[in-house]
């Protein structure tokens, strides 16, 4: 009888157990969202094709078409869970010919060598960049909604060196007579794209970090402001004569700084220089996109710069309410907070860091779009999504590339950002520490998504209040130590649910 009341018990507390669900000894952290408050629209979120994708692209099929779905597709499999990462932006180097030159380039890395469309007798052959043409195809086959052309250099046929980087420090390498041949083979480039990919790039970047000196290692051009907003100018009348819809982004400058300080001589203070009234006044041409984008590095750490960088864009934007601001290239450099350049870290660490970035750029910075480096890397260093091998050639998975896919999976182009606030009312620098939280409706697909990212090494108890939107139900997919990305709950937003510790988790709902 003794052991009859004991299996009784038993049973009873396992009963009582799985009917409650997980449990945790840290208090209920209330997340209030108000789906009438808004922020800023989110137009995507990317990543380039630089250097290895090139590679990549001429290996077998088995590990081209993994990193092809990994990175475009948004299907799910037969129990829920996301396939890819589903990026809405494709950034594609127009690259400047430094591979047609090997070791003459100056660039000794193969893998930083890119093809030229143009050929020396200023003919076009777009048989080249083969491999990076493949993705672009992928791209388009699985839909992703945008696309960026963006150029490290001019050809090589148009540079004063005939190289693709830089033989004087601090100088432009190209001639000023050569500016209308360079605006008018960005044309053509990509009139020949679409007509071989029937991709219609929506965005083209004439010059990428033009405060940089570029003289070697890779391909790149420095440019003054007054050399760059010639340029524009003559890109501008290009695109008009030859009746593209594309439009230019400027000023992808090389840090947040650039924008609105002179720190580099003559290649500063971009904002004012290119929507102000100055003779470098590029902003009000027609096909010039109302945004201004930058790259994340340098400003990342210590937090507190981080802050006061973004409140800074942000100042020197508010004078500029037409434009939006996109962030359009970061990876891990050097300094970051603990978090190394090299060797390459696959672990969950990583995903959080580049998740904590993402986080402060959209809530803080208030960007409308996010853009990593390298969408693969063969480089023993923190700068791709995937890695691949070249010795096997296959590609992998990282953590990292899951965090990301947590916002570049259910963020849609077309969300909005909503208020988000949490019951224990944590300043931004705590947040970091622990939980921070970003709310976006998407009203053309009736989707709401909230990402959550807890930074630390317990789990925190979440319940949902959700105003101004009729949400019955939410699902929530998980990057972890354990889980990529993986579906592992639907519940109704009334509950509780326990936010693994370190840990990204998207809750996706429909919005009724």
Request: aromatic share 12%; net charge neutral.
């Given at each position: 009888?003794?052991?009859?009341?004991?299996?009784?018990?038993?049973?009873?507390l396992?009963?009582?157990?799985?009917?409650?669900?997980?449990?945790?000894?840290?208090?209920?952290i209330?997340?209030?969202?108000?789906?009438?408050i808004?922020?800023?629209?989110?137009?995507?979120?990317g990543?380039?094709?630089?250097?290895?994708?090139?590679?990549?692209?001429?290996?077998?099929?088995?590990?081209?078409?993994?990193?092809?779905k990994?990175?475009?597709?948004?299907?799910?499999?037969?129990?829920?869970?996301?396939?890819?990462?589903?990026l809405?932006?494709?950034r594609?180097?127009?690259?400047?010919?430094?591979?047609?030159?090997?070791?003459a380039?100056?660039?000794?890395?193969?893998?930083?060598?890119?093809?030229?469309?143009?050929n020396?007798?200023?003919?076009?052959?777009?048989?080249?960049?083969?491999?990076?043409?493949?993705?672009?195809?992928?791209?388009?086959?699985?839909n992703?909604?945008?696309?960026?052309?963006?150029?490290?250099?001019?050809?090589?046929?148009?540079t004063?060196?005939?190289k693709?980087?830089?033989?004087?420090?601090?100088?432009?390498?190209?001639?000023?007579?050569?500016?209308?041949?360079?605006?008018?083979?960005?044309?053509e480039?990509?009139?020949?794209?679409?007509?071989?990919t029937?991709?219609?790039?929506?965005?083209?970047?004439?010059?990428?970090?033009?405060?940089?000196?570029?003289?070697?290692?890779?391909?790149?051009?420095?440019?003054?402001?007054?050399?760059?907003?010639?340029?524009?100018r003559?890109l501008?009348?290009s695109?008009?004569?030859?009746?593209?819809?594309?439009?230019?982004?400027i000023?992808?400058?090389?840090?947040?700084?650039?924008?609105?300080?002179?720190?580099?001589?003559?290649?500063?203070?971009?904002?004012?220089?290119f929507?102000?009234?100055?003779q470098?006044?590029?902003?009000n041409?027609?096909?010039?996109?109302?945004?201004?984008?930058?790259?994340?590095?340098?400003?990342n750490?210590?937090?507190?710069?981080?802050?006061?960088?973004?409140?800074?864009?942000?100042?020197?934007l508010?004078?500029?309410p037409?434009?939006?601001?996109?962030?359009?290239?970061?990876?891990?450099?050097?300094g970051?907070?603990?978090?190394?350049?090299?060797?390459?870290?696959?672990?969950?660490?990583?995903?959080?860091?580049?998740?904590?970035?993402?986080?402060?750029?959209?809530?803080?910075?208030?960007?409308?779009?996010?853009?990593?480096w390298?969408?693969?890397?063969?480089?023993?260093?923190?700068?791709?999504?995937?890695?691949?091998?070249?010795?096997?050639?296959?590609?992998?998975?990282?953590?990292?590339?899951?965090?990301?896919?947590?916002?570049?999976?259910?963020v849609?182009?077309?969300?909005?950002?909503?208020?988000s606030?949490?019951?224990?009312?944590?300043?931004?620098?705590n947040?970091?520490?622990?939980?921070?939280?970003?709310?976006?409706?998407?009203?053309?697909?009736?989707?709401?998504?909230?990402?959550?990212?807890?930074?630390s090494?317990?789990?925190?108890?979440?319940?949902?209040k959700?105003s101004?939107?009729?949400?019955?139900?939410?699902?929530?997919?998980?990057?972890?130590?354990?889980?990529?990305?993986?579906?592992?709950?639907?519940f109704?937003?009334?509950?509780e649910?326990?936010?693994?510790?370190?840990s990204?988790?998207?809750?996706?709902?429909?919005?009724?």
């Amino acid at each position: 009888m003794r052991t009859f009341i004991v299996y009784l018990f038993v049973i009873t507390l396992i009963f009582i157990n799985n009917a409650c669900g997980p449990t945790s000894n840290e208090p209920t952290i209330t997340v209030s969202i108000d789906g009438d408050i808004t922020y800023q629209t989110i137009d995507n979120f990317g990543a380039s094709d630089c250097w290895t994708i090139q590679h990549v692209g001429l290996w077998n099929d088995t590990a081209r078409n993994f990193a092809a779905k990994t990175l475009f597709s948004k299907d799910f499999d037969a129990v829920g869970n996301p396939l890819g990462i589903g990026l809405s932006l494709w950034r594609f180097n127009i690259g400047a010919g430094s591979a047609e030159q090997g070791d003459a380039s100056n660039i000794p890395d193969k893998y930083r060598r890119v093809e030229s469309f143009m050929n020396a007798d200023g003919t076009y052959n777009f048989n080249k960049q083969a491999g990076q043409v493949w993705f672009l195809q992928k791209a388009k086959e699985y839909n992703v909604e945008q696309y960026v052309a963006f150029v490290n250099s001019p050809p090589i046929y148009l540079t004063k060196n005939g190289k693709a980087n830089s033989s004087v420090r601090n100088e432009v390498n190209m001639e000023a007579s050569k500016f209308p041949l360079f605006a008018d083979y960005l044309t053509e480039v990509l009139k020949g794209l679409k007509q071989k990919t029937s991709v219609a790039f929506d965005y083209i970047s004439p010059v990428v970090e033009p405060q940089w000196v570029w003289m070697g290692g890779q391909e790149g051009i420095h440019m003054k402001n007054n050399e760059f907003s010639d340029i524009v100018r003559l890109l501008d009348k290009s695109i008009q004569t030859k009746s593209l819809q594309t439009k230019i982004l400027i000023p992808e400058a090389g840090s947040y700084d650039y924008l609105f300080n002179n720190i580099a001589s003559e290649c500063g203070n971009q904002i004012s220089e290119f929507w102000g009234v100055g003779q470098n006044q590029i902003g009000n041409l027609p096909t010039v996109a109302p945004i201004v984008t930058a790259h994340a590095y340098f400003l990342n750490w210590p937090l507190k710069l981080m802050l006061a960088k973004r409140d800074s864009v942000n100042k020197h934007l508010s004078k500029h309410p037409n434009l939006k601001f996109w962030q359009t290239e970061y990876c891990i450099m050097g300094g970051n907070e603990g978090i190394p350049s090299v060797p390459r870290d696959t672990s969950i660490n990583l995903g959080l860091y580049v998740a904590r970035q993402i986080h402060l750029d959209i809530v803080k910075g208030n960007v409308s779009a996010w853009h990593w480096w390298l969408a693969v890397s063969h480089y023993n260093y923190n700068d791709g999504l995937l890695v691949a091998n070249e010795n096997t050639k296959q590609v992998t998975d990282t953590k990292l590339t899951w965090a990301f896919g947590n916002f570049s999976r259910f963020v849609r182009p077309g969300a909005v950002r909503v208020e988000s606030a949490l019951s224990n009312n944590p300043s931004i620098e705590n947040q970091t520490k622990a939980l921070m939280l970003s709310a976006y409706k998407d009203l053309k697909n009736k989707k709401i998504t909230i990402v959550a990212i807890n930074m630390s090494d317990k789990e925190i108890p979440l319940e949902f209040k959700i105003s101004n939107l009729k949400i019955k139900k939410l699902t929530a997919f998980e990057t972890s130590s354990a889980n990529n990305l993986k579906k592992t709950d639907k519940f109704s937003v009334g509950d509780e649910y326990i936010i693994p510790k370190k840990s990204v988790t998207t809750f996706y709902g429909d919005i009724q």
